[in-house]
């Protein structure tokens, strides 16, 4: 009787709310309203009837309702008109106007419509039946729950919903409690929904379709161009290189895969190669004028994306204005130093993000005399490094495989980190 009391009571209130005059809910720009109970103990307050009520009077929606408006009159300072605003306005209203919100409930309207149906169809009783033939002893009953909500993983309120409407029958008759029956059905609903993707990944075989690599080609090559197609070549990238460079070939040819040269950049030279069969052509010269030239040809033959590196501050902004027209992205060293320092000092941890990658540029001098009179081809670490330069006396030198290392040379290489400081223990090693 209580119950239906209570029951009652929340239907008149809610009747008596809707019927109020719909002038409540206007709406008039306002500064930003901060209660007084705001941040206290009294914000504890509304969860806490809701959650008493409901221990009570085993009436869920009713004792949220009470608590809704509980936290209503507090937030409304008591205020009669303030609560029935912020409840329907701010609440209701604001709710079931967003889009995502609406969704998760015509979900679970139609979730709730296919377990209906499936019980009324006699699904559930059907199995209760069966599973009475083989569930013997009151153990087996909480497995079988247990393994039925492992089984239905597509969503965890449709195992909520499925199994509890399933094992109910079979557990009260092994005189398992509701409440029993409730955690284990929320101990393996929400967990297994979220383990399942991950196991099923793994297990995943991809398609030939879903192995396709983006193809990314770099003409030129140096000390950023190679680090970075060593990156991309980790990840999902098929990358070329070709340079008109022939020492540079020579220098980065044992350490990078798929470099060619060719000894004139050229329309030609490039469309015959393939270069402009790709998804991202990347133009890195030191010579502006020169990656501008293949940067236009390239876009020319259909290159989606092409980025060109232009880094001379003489050079006139109209010029830079024409590529970008063209659909030409501009690679500048100078606005990419100044944006990471602004970075550094406005949002130090996406700096760290942005930099932290496998490869970068180190320097190290030799001062182990074990490694002097050898060829570079022989140091022990060379494969897990790509030497650019080695400057002896000040001068730069072209390595190469035959290249004799030297007491006091100045070593410029890139690798990933770990490999970088292993490198640096062993040259600076004084022996």
């Given at each position: 009787?209580?119950?239906?009391?209570?029951?009652?009571?929340a239907?008149?209130?809610?009747?008596?709310?809707?019927l109020?005059?719909?002038t409540?809910?206007?709406?008039?720009?306002?500064?930003?309203?901060?209660?007084?109970?705001?941040?206290?103990?009294?914000?504890?307050?509304?969860?806490?009837?809701?959650?008493?009520?409901?221990?009570?009077?085993?009436?869920?929606?009713?004792?949220?309702?009470?608590?809704?408006?509980?936290?209503?009159?507090?937030?409304?300072?008591?205020?009669?008109?303030?609560?029935?605003?912020?409840?329907?306005?701010?609440?209701?209203?604001?709710?079931?106007?967003?889009?995502?919100?609406?969704?998760?409930?015509?979900?679970?309207?139609?979730?709730?419509?296919?377990?209906?149906?499936?019980?009324?169809?006699?699904?559930?009783?059907?199995?209760?039946?069966?599973?009475?033939e083989?569930?013997?002893?009151?153990?087996?009953?909480q497995?079988?729950?247990?393994?039925?909500?492992?089984?239905?993983?597509?969503?965890?309120y449709?195992?909520?919903?499925?199994?509890?409407?399933?094992?109910?029958?079979?557990?009260?008759?092994?005189?398992?409690?509701r409440?029993?029956?409730?955690?284990?059905?929320?101990?393996?609903?929400?967990?297994?929904?979220?383990?399942?993707?991950?196991?099923?990944?793994?297990?995943?075989?991809?398609?030939?379709?879903?192995?396709?690599?983006?193809?990314?080609?770099?003409?030129?090559t140096?000390?950023?161009?190679?680090?970075?197609?060593?990156?991309?070549?980790?990840?999902?990238?098929?990358?070329?290189?070709?340079t008109?460079?022939?020492?540079?070939?020579?220098?980065?040819?044992?350490q990078?895969?798929?470099l060619?040269?060719?000894?004139?950049?050229?329309?030609?030279?490039?469309?015959?190669?393939?270069?402009?069969?790709?998804?991202?052509?990347?133009?890195?010269?030191?010579?502006?004028?020169?990656?501008?030239?293949?940067?236009?040809?390239?876009?020319e033959?259909g290159v989606?994306?092409?980025?060109?590196?232009?880094?001379?501050?003489?050079?006139?902004?109209?010029?830079?204005?024409?590529?970008?027209e063209?659909?030409?992205e501009?690679?500048?060293?100078?606005?990419?130093?100044?944006?990471?320092?602004?970075?550094?000092?406005?949002?130090?941890?996406?700096?760290?993000?942005?930099?932290?990658?496998?490869?970068?540029?180190?320097?190290?001098?030799v001062?182990?005399?074990?490694?002097?009179?050898?060829?570079?081809?022989?140091?022990?670490?060379?494969?897990?490094?790509?030497?650019?330069?080695?400057?002896?006396?000040?001068?730069?030198?072209?390595?190469?495989?035959?290249?004799?290392?030297?007491?006091?040379?100045?070593?410029?290489?890139?690798?990933?980190?770990?490999?970088?400081?292993?490198?640096?223990?062993?040259?600076?090693?004084?022996?």
């Amino acid at each position: 009787m209580k119950k239906k009391k209570l029951l009652r009571g929340a239907g008149l209130l809610i009747l008596c709310l809707a019927l109020l005059p719909l002038t409540v809910f206007a709406a008039e720009a306002e500064t930003e309203y901060t209660p007084a109970m705001y941040a206290t103990f009294w914000a504890l307050v509304p969860p806490i009837v809701a959650i008493v009520l409901a221990l009570i009077t085993k009436e869920v929606y009713s004792s949220l309702f009470i608590g809704i408006l509980v936290g209503g009159l507090f937030y409304s300072g008591f205020s009669f008109e303030g609560t029935l605003t912020h409840i329907f306005n701010d609440g209701f209203v604001a709710v079931l106007s967003d889009a995502y919100n609406v969704g998760i409930l015509v979900f679970l309207v139609i979730l709730g419509a296919m377990v209906s149906l499936m019980n009324r169809a006699g699904g559930s009783a059907a199995f209760g039946h069966f599973a009475k033939e083989k569930i013997k002893t009151r153990a087996g009953a909480q497995l079988a729950t247990v393994a039925l909500g492992v089984l239905i993983f597509i969503d965890d309120y449709f195992n909520c919903l499925t199994v509890g409407s399933v094992m109910k029958p079979v557990t009260d008759e092994h005189k398992v409690s509701r409440a029993k029956l409730a955690y284990l059905i929320d101990a393996t609903a929400a967990p297994v929904c979220i383990i399942a993707p991950i196991v099923f990944n793994s297990m995943y075989k991809l398609e030939k379709s879903d192995l396709i690599k983006q193809k990314v080609n770099f003409i030129g090559t140096n000390t950023l161009t190679v680090p970075i197609s060593q990156q991309l070549y980790k990840n999902w990238y098929n990358v070329r290189m070709v340079t008109d460079n022939e020492n540079n070939f020579k220098t980065y040819n044992s350490q990078v895969k798929h470099l060619e040269y060719l000894p004139k950049l050229d329309a030609e030279a490039l469309e015959q190669g393939g270069y402009f069969d790709c998804d991202i052509v990347v133009v890195g010269f030191l010579n502006d004028h020169k990656s501008a030239r293949l940067a236009q040809i390239a876009k020319e033959h259909g290159v989606k994306r092409v980025i060109a590196s232009q880094n001379n501050p003489r050079l006139d902004p109209k010029d830079i204005s024409a590529l970008r027209e063209k659909g030409i992205e501009i690679f500048n060293s100078f606005n990419v130093q100044s944006s990471v320092l602004r970075a550094l000092i406005e949002s130090p941890l996406i700096l760290q993000m942005l930099t932290d990658t496998e490869a970068g540029l180190y320097e190290a001098t030799v001062l182990n005399s074990r490694y002097t009179g050898r060829e570079l081809h022989t140091l022990p670490f060379v494969n897990n490094i790509t030497i650019s330069r080695i400057f002896r006396k000040r001068k730069p030198i072209d390595p190469h495989g035959d290249t004799i290392i030297e007491y006091g040379d100045h070593i410029l290489f890139t690798g990933d980190r770990k490999a970088a400081e292993e490198v640096r223990e062993a040259l600076r090693g004084v022996n």
